[in-house]
Antibody, heavy 113, light 112 residues
Framework: EVQLVETGGGLVQPGRSLKLSCVAS????????MSWTRQAPGKGLEWVAS????????YYPDSVKGRFTISRDNAQNTLYLQMNSLRSEDTATYYC??????WGQGTLVTVSS | DVVMTQTPPSLSVAIGQSVSISCKSS???????????LHWLLQSPGRSPKRLIY???NLGSGVPDRFSGTGSQKDFTLKISRVEAEDLGVYYC?????????FGAGTKLELK
């Protein structure tokens, strides 16, 4: 059974940093691209970042480019999202996804002073 | 960026009724490999999204065949035949043909 478990969310002040983790199980992690998608409270879905199965290439929307970094450790079956210079508009539940076929339970990031 | 326009924004239905949701993209979603990466997701209340359909018309694992997807290029439709209570929630279309990947604003399916 595919499982994606995110951790690392919490309350953080504007301008500070936070790193999310996602531990994957139930499939061969290094065979798949992985992504992060977020959902602001009461709002729709927004794609945040993707990484190729080797980790050699990464992709971001303009809204987070230069501030967020997606990475992975294939030996540990773990996906990461390093978020720097956080803004109030980054407040959201962050989901780890394998394509859109599998989603984690999400981790809430709140950016507020 | 590819804009995904979903209609209607909400639907009120009776159990057993059939409904359709439209999704139109601002650009063709046909990728260079000839495939069309248009997907449909359902987010039930308080839950993570779940993929229902991938590449326009392929049913996701464990998804009942009451769900069907059609369309091509820039115009797509999700049909739910014989709505059941477990189908209530917000439906999203999403494209992964182009970066950035983008989603429709959602269609909320509620009980009449």
């Amino acid at each position: 059974e595919v499982q994606l478990v995110e951790t690392g969310g919490g309350l953080v002040q504007p301008g500070r940093s936070l790193k999310l983790s996602c531990v994957a199980s139930g499939f061969t992690f290094n065979n798949y691209w992985m992504s992060w998608t977020r959902q602001a409270p009461g709002k729709g879905l927004e794609w945040v970042a993707s990484i190729t199965n080797s980790g050699g290439s990464t992709y971001y929307p303009d809204s987070v480019k230069g501030r967020f970094t997606i990475s992975r450790d294939n030996a540990q079956n773990t996906l990461y999202l390093q978020m720097n210079s956080l803004r109030s508009e980054d407040t959201a539940t962050y989901y780890c996804t394998r394509g859109f076929a599998y989603w984690g339970q999400g981790t809430l990031v709140t950016v507020s002073s | 960026d590819v804009v995904m326009t979903q209609t209607p924004p909400s639907l009120s239905v009776a159990i057993g009724q059939s409904v359709s949701i439209s999704c139109k993209s601002s650009q063709s979603l046909v990728y260079s490999d000839g495939k069309t990466y248009l997907h449909w997701l359902l987010q039930s209340p308080g839950r993570s999204p779940k993929r229902l359909i991938y590449q326009v018309s392929n049913l996701g694992s464990g998804v009942p065949d009451r769900f069907s997807g059609t369309g091509s290029q820039k115009d797509f439709t999700l049909k739910i035949s014989r709505v059941e209570a477990e189908d209530l929630g917000v439906y999203y279309c999403a494209q992964t043909t182009h970066f950035p990947n983008t989603f429709g604003a959602g269609t909320k399916l509620e009980l009449k």
